[in-house]
């Protein structure tokens, strides 16, 4: 597995990844939902990842494998972990552990002593197990009920 930049071809399989990992593995948020996975997914086009991409205050990497894109993380330079998403057929395999090194590390590299973001209920377990503490009462985004925000002093100490 490579953990590289984005480049804007990866945009579209960036955006399946992205769309696949919300609705199939995000259950515990959208609970199969219509209205609010419409609400997630509608931002979740291949031109808006091609922006996101392009941003350049903010960097979205990908992993991949054999040509096979396993994941898409993004932070700002500020920070902030905006975007996370595991591919279903690469979950439990460290993918996402990996990423969010690279994420953590991108942000450190651009001054921040901290990194922020906002939980998923999924993947709540698997940030406060990375060292995120809560920082916050639970939010509602697109209609779910629990979304957690969450911080992490770099280099501190976690697993
Ligand atoms: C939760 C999630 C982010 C973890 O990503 P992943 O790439 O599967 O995670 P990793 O393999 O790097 O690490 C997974 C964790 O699952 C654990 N795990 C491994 N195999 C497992 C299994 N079969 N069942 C349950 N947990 C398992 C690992 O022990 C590890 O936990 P730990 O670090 O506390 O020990 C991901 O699976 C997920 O569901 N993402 C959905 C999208 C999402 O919510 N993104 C976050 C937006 S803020």
Redesign the pocket.
Known sequence: MEIRAAIPEDAAAACQVIRR??TE??VA?HRNDEAILMRWLDNKTPEVVASWIGRPDNSLFVAVEANRML?VGSVTDAGE?N????SPD???????????GALEARAAERGNTRCT????E??R???L??GYVETGPPVGIFGTSSAYPMSKILGSAC?
């Open positions: 990992s919300i593995l995000c948020d994941a972990i975007v996370n998403y595991v690469a979950r439990f395999r460290g993918v996402s552990r990996a990423l969010l973001l906002t939980s998923t999924t993947a377990r698997f940030y197990a990375r697993p």
